[in-house]
């Protein structure tokens, strides 16, 4: 084809020949990809854009990884004068309704109270109000609390061989004792107390060790206008048990409950039992019971459940009696509905990072990362540490990261179990970490607070477009480079491959999510791929 005289397009035997340029409908047509696309917001030239769900693009908004330490705003939690040994059965819980954190510690270097506190959280920062005295003697072997209402939370506890529990109202960051008192659960001495809230009008679970039979029990406290309510529907098992712990899966309106038998044939068995629904309150399932292992009678010691919502099963992790207490753990799934919910156990033990343990440990589930945090503390050197769990897409086995310290030196336990550490999910990927130390001179004599962002991004693995050509105001149109199309870009490695990380920059270590940005041609030029 000519136009004036001259050859515009030839067909050979090789393929097609051009002359000038092509374009369509009267626009250039690129010789490298690029699409365009209306601006969100500020587009800074050669950066990293997103799609999103309006069809626009903008740069990518993410936080990156790692702990702060809390400063001590407003009243904090510290013990003046003391030692760390003042902060005993250190219990926590977050309700993200109105952004508050409830705990309540027993301190007994020459206080011997038992006292509670309230936290606002407003992003990474946390406004502590002044602790109230719940009660004001001796208490001992583990207490428990959590929210009840938006401004109201449960705390059990035993008191001088008796068990009580009350409610704390909060207006702000202040607090009010309910006007109805003590609340009794037993007329003896209890330990362990374990509480979870639930989504049935404020009812809570609780399971709690009995001290004069050595039997768990379950209940179900709730707000009863200025009185606690408490609903206790006896022993779990015929023999002697501790180590209980319980977890709400609001999906199902269920919790569960795991503890480990110590008496009679089924000595050291891990014991797991859901509590089902039945006319608005709870019935535990008793008849329905599963065991880990295997039902192997090996020593299974503090067993504790977490509910993976988006696998839709449970993980028990435990401290497995073999050669120390290294942490293993197991799957198991919920068949049934309503008040015949039944308990399905894998029956595999598997490896939670070998870890030899010290006493009790945490489990939580985050829902960003659709991970399980483990919190505990390490035989070796005392320190508090976290894992991250994932189960597998086999929903067989399981992916456990490496420890991270919590804590600089060592953390608070006693009585072999119970150990000083809080951990809590306060917004997007970001957990807040409470823990007291062990025998740590005056200048540490206080609740140690830190956080953990696990970094947050709006980048998914599936809308990275690419590398914006120029800068582009909001509204403008812009021009981005994507896949096969190079970017400029600074301080490269030439062959090595680059990842996009949750902030818009380039990392060669990959990120989560994990998405390619391209390989370094040279220096500067970054070749795009995905």
Known sequence: LYYDNSKKLETTSGGVNVVGALTV?????SAAPEVTAVAYGTIGANAAVIVRSDGKVSTITGVSAGFTAQANTGAALDFSG?????????????????????AAWYEDRGQQKLYGIVGTVSGTSITWGSKITIYNGQSSAGIGCCWAATDKFIVAYDRTNTCKARYISVSGTSLTLNSGGEAG??????????????????RVLMVYQNGQTGKVHFAQPYINGTNVTVNDFGQLDGQACQYA??????????????????????NGRGVVTLVGTANGSYNVRNSNQAYLNGGHNNDIQFPIPVW??????????????VSGNPRSCEIGQITGSGNSVIPVMSGTRLDCGGDEVSGDGNLYYDSYKKKIISAFRQTSDSIFNYREITINS??????????????????????SWDIALAALNIGT????????????????????????????????TGNFV??????????????????????TQSGLTTGQLYYVTASGGLSTTEGDPSVKAGIALSSTKLLIRQ
Not at 25 to 29: R, V
Not at 308 to 321: G, H, I, M, P, S
Not at 467 to 487: Q, R
């Open 82 to 102: 003391g030692y760390s040994d003042n902060c005993h059965y250190l219990t926590a819980d977050f309700n993200s309704a109105n952004n508050k954190i409830c």
């Open 308 to 321: 993976d919502e988006d696998k839709d099963r449970f993980l028990v992790q435990y401290a497995n009696d």
């Open 25 to 29: 409908n009267g626009a250039a047509l």
């Open 394 to 415: 086999d929903l067989a086995t399981v992916t456990v990261s490496g420890a991270t310290a919590i804590s600089a030196t060592g953390g608070l336990w006693e009585n």
């Open 245 to 266: 712990k319980v977890c709400y899966v609001a999906s199902k309106n269920t919790g569960i409950i795991t503890y480990q038998s110590t008496g009679g044939t089924y």
């Open 185 to 202: 659960i037993i007329g003896y001495n209890g330990s362990r107390f374990n509480l979870c809230s639930t989504s049935n009008n404020g």
């Open 466 to 487: 690419g590398f914006a050509n120029a800068g582009y105001s909001d509204g403008n149109t812009a021009t981005i480079s994507v896949t096969g199309n190079t970017s």
């Open 429 to 460: 990927a970001k957990w807040l970490f409470l823990y007291g130390l062990d025998n740590t001179p005056s200048s540490q004599n206080y609740v140690k607070k830190r956080l953990l962002d696990f970094g947050s991004t709006d980048m998914t």
